[in-house]
């Protein structure tokens, strides 16, 4: 029974990221926590995570801008490489208190930039590739600091969401790849994060169908509901640790 919750809900999260980008880890690491413990859920979901955003590649692969992605990946690949290292030396909770209480804070930031028209190339996101790609490697998702950092980059829907995704790919092969080589990753691990993955990839496929019906400032608002959501979720999930 708890499998059965475990991959309906993997399916709505799937959709969910489908639709907005990100929001997968947001629904999923609570219930990872509770089935497996935190240790466990992490690396479970970094397996999910691939596949889930190779889902949203596949759907968007004809608007995925591929110079932006390979400017973000650059830096963030080996960045998700050393944060997944610090997450097994870091005291549990530090990180997600931090980005909570950040992510809310984005929220008021990201419109005031956005009625300035602030836009910034790639040069910026290979800069900020690297903060961005340790903290992926520290905690389940940054999804939330990707999705202002591409939408200020110019991108919007499909074209966004697949290059969010094809970047995310990088980041989270790395982190997997590290927990792999410090043995925090087992068969068990991998099994459940492959099962897990398979209905966030079913999932990114329905979400395009939403998006496509989706007006831009709806989108919108549902981009900034995401991110109170996903800022909350981290605080919970500090206060668990």
Not at 53 to 81: H, K, Q, S, Y
Not at 104 to 124: D, G, M, N, Q, Y
Not at 189 to 202: F, K, N
Request: a positive charge; aromatic letters at 10%; hydrophobic letters at 55%.
């Amino acid at each position: 029974m708890d499998y059965a919750l475990l991959l309906a809900f993997g399916l709505f999260a799937g959709t969910l990221g489908g639709i907005v980008g990100t929001g997968s880890s947001l629904v999923m690491m609570p219930i990872l926590v509770v089935l497996f413990g935190p240790r466990q859920a992490i690396p479970i979901m970094a397996i999910a995570a691939i596949m889930g955003n190779l889902g949203r590649v596949l759907a968007w692969r004809r608007e995925i801008d591929w110079r932006a992605c390979g400017a973000f990946c650059v830096t963030a690949v080996p960045g998700a490489m050393l944060g997944a290292r610090l997450l097994l030396t870091i005291p549990p909770g530090v990180a997600e208190t931090a980005l909570g209480l950040f992510f809310l804070s984005l929220i008021p930031v990201r419109r005031w930039l956005a009625r300035r028209e602030f836009r910034i190339t790639v040069t910026h996101l290979m800069l900020l590739g690297a903060p961005l790609g340790v903290l992926t490697g520290v905690v389940a998702s940054t999804g939330p600091l990707t999705v202002p950092l591409f939408t200020f980059y110019g991108l919007e829907r499909g074209a966004f969401l697949g290059t969010e995704a094809a970047s995310s790919i990088g980041m989270y092969v790395a982190k997997v790849g590290t927990f792999q080589a410090f043995g925090a990753l087992t068969w068990e691990v991998a099994a459940r994060g492959i099962g897990v993955g398979a209905t966030l990839m079913a999932g990114s496929f329905i979400g395009k169908f939403v998006v496509l019906k989706l007006s831009a400032a709806a989108y919108r608002s549902l981009i900034d509901t995401l991110m109170v959501c996903s800022g909350a979720s981290l605080l919970w999930v500090a206060v668990r640790a």
